[in-house]
């Protein structure tokens, strides 16, 4: 009996880690698309009411057309004019807007498509001066060997703490910072491979 019920009990767990990982990438995949559809919405309105095409077809059709954007605007600021452009609309204007300069900067590291950002360089640093080690990005070195680095919260990257420690709190890691983004985002979840590059290039002072 108690075989039986350790079958059913270990089947049941075995099922539930197969289906739910499964399960919630299609919810996350289905509320992704209908957050997209209901901000695309006026243009696939106006898509529908101009052709014969139903809805599901008109969404599709401005989702190919937003790609289609932001692969034109993509080659447009590779230029000499449109990167003067965007420079100057970025600087006037978006880095006003509260938390952009931030967001943006999440985002071009989870797309890995910049080397020089802030944010490229990962440590696991000591601010409690104790054993307990949190995840940091190392964002400015300074004369005397101190560091400051931003502690990001998870799973939101774009929100956190910043600290000024000394070096021997401030272990640099050489993992890929878009890694360190996914663990954060993930609360957690893939840090073997930061905890591994901890221990085997700086183990833990006495």
């Given at each position: 009996m108690e075989k039986l019920k350790n079958f059913l009990k270990t089947s049941l767990l075995g099922g539930v880690v197969v289906?739910?990982?499964?399960?919630?990438?299609?919810?996350?995949?289905?509320?992704?698309?209908?957050?997209?559809?209901?901000?695309?919405?006026?243009?696939?309105?106006?898509?529908?009411?101009?052709?014969?095409?139903?809805e599901k077809a008109a969404e599709i059709l401005v989702i190919i057309l937003i790609v289609m954007t932001c692969f034109f605007v993509g080659v447009l600021v590779r230029t000499r004019l449109g990167d003067f452009l965007y420079r100057f609309i970025e600087t006037r204007i978006l880095k006003l807007a509260p938390g952009y300069s931030m967001i943006k900067e999440t985002v071009l590291q989870i797309f890995g498509s910049r080397k020089?950002?802030?944010?490229?360089?990962?440590?696991?640093v000591q601010v409690f001066g104790n054993e307990t080690l949190m995840t940091a990005f190392i964002t400015d070195k300074h004369m005397d060997g101190s560091f400051?680095?931003?502690v990001p919260t998870g799973p939101n990257p774009t929100s956190g703490l910043i600290y000024h420690l000394e070096g021997r709190f401030v272990h640099p890691v050489d993992i890929p910072v878009q890694d360190a983004m996914r663990s954060i985002i993930s609360c957690g979840a893939g840090s073997a491979q930061l905890m591994q590059g901890f221990t085997?290039?700086?183990p833990l002072p006495e």
């Open positions: 289906i739910l990982p499964v399960a919630i990438l299609v919810s996350v995949t289905l509320w992704l698309f209908d957050l997209v559809t209901g901000l695309i919405e006026p243009l696939t309105r106006l898509l529908i009411s101009d052709s014969q095409l139903n020089d950002s802030p944010f490229s360089s990962v440590a696991l400051t680095v931003f085997a290039n700086r």
